[in-house]
């Protein structure tokens, strides 16, 4: 049923969505651990779960935007619900804590400023509707929802591991961490800190300069020294996290979630945006040759 509430009846729409999603998820994590199994198989699972509850609320409502804020809104509230589960509060978890909520802060609110209702899709995912119509809805569910859930939490595991073998200080010490691992970790959190905020001034800078030039691409501020510091902080800031994660437990296979986390944007989000761009802004090609994809 397509239909159009007002902004704020729609955000309302989306978070009971969110919340009906989140319970369905959590039931299916404690049932799934009463069942003896590992813990962060059950929340994959589980996390599973609510995105196909969320895409099942996009199809009700024939727009696939219903998605796009459960990228900002599962993480934080993963590994919050993760130091509850596990009791786990040490300066590694808390740090975590930190950066992943000052993020999603960041980006759930850029979603609520550039939302414009439930009446209304991305320009993506119309576009994929109007390329692909009869495989449209496998590529919905497979690769518009599903895809980037996946690559999230891969991404999220080195955040995850973060709440074990660590003492509940987490300094240096007996169990804990060394004085060089406390520094790395550190610097890691520092790199979310810094990511994220790169992420909100590019916002502002962004929002005002359309504001001031409509239909011009934006080229000043973040902007002027590259293409796309928002994608830049976004892939930083998982990285970011994957340092503080090799503080605590080395350089593993771990790696790959970031890695994962760097290729969809530099392989499909920056691409398919710089092609919108070509087409629609006028001048965008010679930026595109004089600056940097990103900062």
Known sequence: MK????????????????????????????WLTAQAMEPVWALLLADVLATI???????????????????????????????????????PVLLLLIASWYW???????????????????????KYRSLH???????????????????????????????????????SGEAGLSAVSISVLIFGFIVCIASATIQLIADKQIHDFRAA??????????WKHGRHPNYFGEIQFWWGIWIMYAAVHGIDWYICGAIAMTALFVGISIPLMEKRQLANKPGYAEYRSQTRMLI
Request: aromatic content about 20%.
């Open 3 to 30: 239909r159009d509430y007002s902004k704020w009846c729609s955000v309302a729409l989306i978070c009971a969505i969110y919340l009906f999603a989140g319970i369905a998820g959590w039931f299916l994590f404690r």
């Open 53 to 91: 509850v969320v895409w099942a609320f996009g199809l009700l409502y024939e727009n696939v935007s219903v998605y796009d804020p459960y990228w900002s809104v599962f993480p934080p509230v993963a590994f919050l619900l993760w130091s509850f589960y596990t009791g786990v509060w040490s300066l």
């Open 104 to 126: 999603g802060w960041r980006l759930t609110r850029n979603w609520v400023i550039t939302f414009k209702g439930i009446g209304h899709e991305d320009w993506r995912y119309t």
């Open 133 to 171: 119509p009869l495989i449209f809805q496998s590529i919905n569910l497979f690769g518009l929802n599903m895809m980037p859930t996946l690559v999230v939490f891969a991404a999220m595991l080195p955040g995850l591991k973060l709440f074990e073998s660590v003492s509940p200080s987490g300094l």
């Open 213 to 222: 030039h409509p239909g011009q691409y934006c080229n000043v501020g973040l």
